[in-house]
């Protein structure tokens, strides 16, 4: 069985400092994608970046990093410069690459202070 | 512009009654999705369908039922089986990005059920 653990129900971060958001999985599978949505208030989820399991550097997409650790089966969320608008939930997600199927984390709300 | 339109956004329907939640899509991806999101939990597979006239069942398929009859629409019934149907539901579609399966969302509908 697949599971992704989100620890941070909450978290409040100041402008412009950077912030981690944790995610850890829970699988036997080797090959293993993980995914970061933002959920703002109006509901809709966005996709923010993806780390494969093979993939050897971290992703990146612009304020966006993962810091993957694959020994620690950690696929942790870093965004640098916090804006106002990033305040959301953040939903981490996996799935196996033989699966179309993909598990979500119980998400952690981010509120940035201005 | 391509995307993903759910309609309506908000819902309210009387218990024992079936109610059909519309998913249309532009975006010319074979794949479709129904989530439910329950208050501080991550999203639930429902649905999928990975082409016309073809669909499987999720992890929580009980008292839902779907049709893929066009490969842009994909609703979703939530019948009076289903115990409790009050929830937000999102609707998403894929296509392969560089090799990653990139899901798109919906607005997302949120059902009440009294």
């Known amino acids: 069985a697949q599971k992704i653990t989100q620890t941070q129900p909450g978290m409040f971060v100041q402008e412009k400092e950077a912030v981690t958001l944790d995610c850890t999985y829970d699988?036997?599978?080797?090959?293993?994608?993980l995914f970061w949505y933002k959920q703002p208030s109006s509901g809709e989820m966005i996709f923010l970046i993806y780390?494969?399991?093979?993939d050897e550097q971290n992703a990146t997409e612009g304020r966006y990093s993962l810091n993957f650790q694959k020994a620690r089966k950690s696929a942790n969320l870093v965004i640098s410069a916090s804006q106002l608008g990033d305040s959301a939930m953040y939903f981490c997600?996996?799935?196996?690459?033989?699966?179309?199927?993909?598990?979500w984390g119980a998400g952690t709300k981010l509120i940035i202070k201005p | 512009d391509g995307g993903i339109t759910q309609s309506p956004k908000y819902l309210f329907r009387k218990e024992g009654q079936n109610v059909t939640l519309s998913c249309e899509q532009n975006?010319?991806?074979?794949?479709m999705y129904w989530y439910r999101q329950d208050p501080g939990q991550g999203l639930r597979l429902i649905y999928y369908?990975?082409?016309?006239?073809?669909?499987q069942k999720g992890d929580i398929a009980e008292g839902y039922s779907v049709s893929r009859e066009k490969k842009e629409s994909f609703p979703l019934t939530v019948t009076s089986a289903q115990k409790n149907p009050t929830a937000f539901y999102l609707c998403?579609?894929?296509?392969?990005?560089?090799?990653?399966?990139?899901?798109?969302f919906g607005p997302g509908t949120r059902l009440t059920v009294t």
């Open positions: 998403a579609s894929s296509m392969m990005v560089a090799g990653v399966e990139e899901q798109y």
């Open positions: 975006l010319n991806h074979d794949a």
């Open positions: 369908s990975q082409i016309v006239n073809d669909f």
């Open positions: 699988t036997s599978d080797q090959s293993y994608g």
């Open positions: 780390q494969g399991s093979y």
């Open positions: 997600a996996g799935r196996m690459d033989s699966n179309y199927q993909l598990i």
